[in-house]
């Protein structure tokens, strides 16, 4: 029996260490000076979305090495439950053990994609922002040829943001 749980403990660092494997890489490394020329800039962020293809790939199978792994823990926890006497511990509380942890486990997990959506939502944020400092340069030129704006619709743009409060999570638009 503490055999299976020093193998759930180790399984369980694992997971750990891919989570935060998984963290380091979501991190935006696009490296860009405000002295670095508009080409030095643009191919910075060409370089990134290049890269982002292979970093896609490469979550997705963190993601499930995350998942095998989970389940080979519910398979040593389902062990641990069958071999414990009822004496030590009823199924009620073992039920509600495995339960726990599967939730934190779950909390975990959701814990690394609120990161990600909050990531991207800076992200879009940023490109919402370039596309309106775009417009409002083009917009006097584009009403005098075409008669009409070139873009509409920033007043009512927003991005999702995932807040905590320590108990509930809330997604929330925030306006750009």
Not at 150 to 176: A, C, H, L
Request: charged residues 25%; neutral net charge; glycine residues 4%.
């Amino acid at each position: 029996m503490e055999q299976t749980q020093a193998e759930i403990v180790a399984l369980k660092s694992q997971i750990q260490a891919l989570l935060e494997e998984r963290a380091a890489l979501t991190i935006n490394k696009v490296i860009s000076d405000e002295n670095d020329s508009p080409q030095a800039m643009v191919e910075a962020y060409r370089r990134q979305a290049r890269e982002n293809a292979q970093l896609s790939v490469e979550l997705q199978g963190i993601d499930a090495a995350i998942a095998a792994l989970e389940g080979k823990i519910k398979q040593k926890q389902g062990k641990l439950v069958r071999r414990r006497s009822p004496s030590e511990t009823s199924q009620a509380e073992s039920k509600q053990l495995i339960l726990q942890q599967q939730l934190e486990e779950a909390k975990e997990v959701a814990q690394v994609h609120a990161e990600r959506i909050n990531q991207l939502a800076g992200e879009l944020a940023a490109e919402v922002r370039f596309l309106k400092a775009c417009a409002n340069q083009l917009s006097p030129m584009y009403w005098q040829i075409y008669y009409k704006p070139f873009i509409t619709g920033f007043k009512t743009i927003s991005v999702p943001y995932v807040r905590s409060d320590g108990e509930v999570w809330t997604i929330v638009n925030r306006i750009v």
